[in-house]
């Protein structure tokens, strides 16, 4: 069986050493009392709640799966789920970054990310259902009303009720204008949803004794496409106005969905049949306040993707050191034994090294994401909260696409390194390699993504949120340009820096003849941005090994033999990439459909 071990130093790395987490922080009203030894000691308890208590049941999850009664509608569990998901509960963890004024503890949310990487690398499948949650409340506690805030939040908070997602319908995925589930308004000012959702997540279970469901519908008068969806909460049993459980709603799962992965989690095809719900927000405004939603929920996914690299690695590695197999080319390295183990082959470690720079880029692309994010809602300077959401606009699709390509891409060499047992079951591996290939496509496919940063978050705003990314960027070269011990980082993320300025203006110009130049060129892009962005953290991150190199603790001296790694073996694929973004849309489209 694989084990995990949470990656508290590394954590402590990037959030104390070279993004000065708690120097941000303290700058925030709400969290102006925060300092290292408590988030450093939270992280701790939740490494080891991770580790112990979640871990151990994801083989069982992926082996047994969900249980649907068809005559109760009722769904039931892996083993253990239900029992960790109380310890859960009891531990206080859902109520971290919960508001203060709902029972929640209301530390930051970087705190309460970097317990969710924890969470994800034990454990993928069980971790989505208290994630959901999470982003049922953010959603809840961004726009619903004070009746429903006081109905769902407290409960959401402390976790005795979870929540879900639901958007997706048969005819429609991505495309929610084609939503057909119909809202009609009752007279005591509720309302009868009627239709039906699939791959809902979490959307049914035994682990909390109610579901707060977020439903996309559309009302009798709604203009058609995106523009006339409403967002409706619809419990599964309805909630007294003291707070008490009451009747069994028309909403109820029909059918469980036979997955390649993430067994352990129930995707449920969910039935809304008159189900009573109340409107949240504004009519016909549903799909902006469900993005609060879908912004938390692609952060969460680029989380569980980098739990499955950092899991996986930790195996591949921990293997490599003990697997014997032929001798190095370089001469016997392990003379007193039959054969050398594959640690000492390139390969292997190129293998093992490119997952463990995805790992740690993509733990410092994730920690920095969530300070601006802290930052977004809690800072008193306007300035600041406009700065950084443009920046959290922007690094969204890149951590939600590059994080779960990268994851896998590491996760499938993680699993070579171990040979034809990787191809195994009881080594877990393969179980990685499954679950992390969802993560490219829910939550809007990594195509979308792209999309969304080329057409919306770079060219949509003529580049203004990139500008601010680069402006970043430019000041770090500036400063670390003359230092000679930096050259080898800061003269390649210089020179991306200009290319993907060049790259955009020119996709730009020739979005304007042909638009399907922006989806010709997106998904290349998406992955060049995001390179410059994990050569800019890797770069602040060499900056900080190259001063503490002399302490003599070898934590440094790995930290930059993998940043080396990434910008001499990683980094240069954006050559190819920019190369392909720029032959643009002819080759893709210049065939007849009908030939395909």
């Not at 559309?218 to 707070?243: M, Q, T």
Request: with cysteine.
């Amino acid at each position: 069986m694989p084990q995990y071990n949470p990656p508290l130093r590394d954590l402590q790395f990037v959030l104390h050493e070279v993004l000065d987490a708690v120097g941000t922080l303290k700058q925030l009203p709400p969290h102006a009392d925060v300092d290292a030894e408590t988030i450093d000691a939270v992280l701790e308890e939740g490494g080891k709640f991770a580790r112990d208590v979640v871990a151990p049941l994801n083989p069982v999850g992926d082996a047994e799966g969900c249980t649907l009664d068809a005559a109760s509608h009722e769904v039931t569990t892996p083993t253990g789920f239900k029992d960790a998901y109380a310890r859960y509960v009891e531990g206080g963890w859902p109520a971290l970054s919960c508001d203060p004024d709902f029972g929640g503890q209301g530390l930051p949310h970087v705190v309460n990310q970097c317990f969710y990487e924890m969470l994800n690398g034990a454990n993928q499948a069980w971790t989505m259902y208290p994630g959901l949650s999470h982003g049922a409340y953010e959603a809840l506690h961004a726009h619903g009303s004070d009746e429903q805030k006081r109905l769902y939040l407290p409960k959401l908070t402390s976790g005795e009720w979870t929540g879900t997602m639901c958007l997706t319908e048969p005819q429609c995925g991505t495309d929610l204008g084609l939503l057909r589930t119909k809202a009609e308004p009752q007279a005591d000012g509720t309302y009868r949803l009627t239709g039906n959702k699939i791959f809902i997540s979490a959307g049914e279970h035994d682990m909390a004794e109610n579901i707060v469901h977020l439903v996309l519908a559309r009302l009798p008068d709604a203009p058609s496409g995106s523009k006339g969806i409403s967002l409706f909460v619809a419990p599964k049993f309805s909630v007294n106005p003291d707070g008490s459980l009451g009747a069994r709603n028309g909403i109820y799962c029909g059918g469980l969905e036979h997955k390649m992965g993430i067994h352990g989690n129930a995707t449920a095809q969910i039935v809304l049949d008159g189900a009573v719900g109340s409107l949240v927000g504004q009519p016909h405004k549903g799909l902006a306040a469900m993005f609060v939603m879908m912004n938390a929920a692609r952060l969460g996914v680029g989380m569980q993707s980098l739990g499955l690299t950092e899991v996986a690695y930790q195996n591949a590695a921990a293997y490599a050191k003990e697997r014997l197999q032929m001798r190095s080319l370089s001469g016997a390295k392990s003379p007193e034994q039959p054969a050398d183990p594959i640690i000492v082959h390139p390969d292997v470690r190129k293998m093992l090294l490119t997952a463990r720079a995805y790992a740690e880029g993509g733990r410092a692309l994730a920690v920095f994401t969530t300070l601006l994010l802290d930052q977004e809602l809690a800072s008193d300077d306007e300035t600041v909260r406009a700065d950084a959401g443009d920046l959290v606009a922007l690094l969204t699709p890149i951590v939600k696409a590059f994080l779960t390509d990268n994851a896998w891409i590491a996760t499938s060499a993680c699993l070579q390194v171990f040979g034809g047992h990787g191809y195994v079951r009881e080594w877990g591996m393969e179980q990685f390699v499954r679950d992390a290939r969802i993560n490219m496509i829910y939550e809007g496919t990594n195509t979308i993504q792209s999309l969304d940063l080329l057409g919306r978050k770079v060219l949509g705003d003529n580049g203004a949120k990139l500008k601010k990314l680069g402006k970043l960027i430019a000041g770090f070269v500036e400063d670390e340009g003359v230092v000679e011990s930096m050259q080898e980082f800061v003269n390649p993320l210089a020179d991306l820096g200009e290319k993907v300025t060049k790259l955009s203006t020119e996709i730009g110009m020739k979005a304007f003849q042909n638009p399907d130049e922006v989806g010709a060129a997106a998904v290349d892009y998406l992955r060049v941005v995001s390179h410059l962005v994990f050569a800019y953290l890797w770069a602040r991150m060499a900056k900080v090994a190259l001063e503490k190199e002399g302490s003599g603790d070898p934590f440094y001296t790995a930290k930059l033999a993998t940043a080396r790694f990434y910008f001499a073996k990683l980094l240069p694929e954006t050559a190819a990439l920019i190369r392909s973004a720029r032959a643009g849309a002819a080759p893709l489209m210049a065939m007849d459909a009908a030939l395909f």
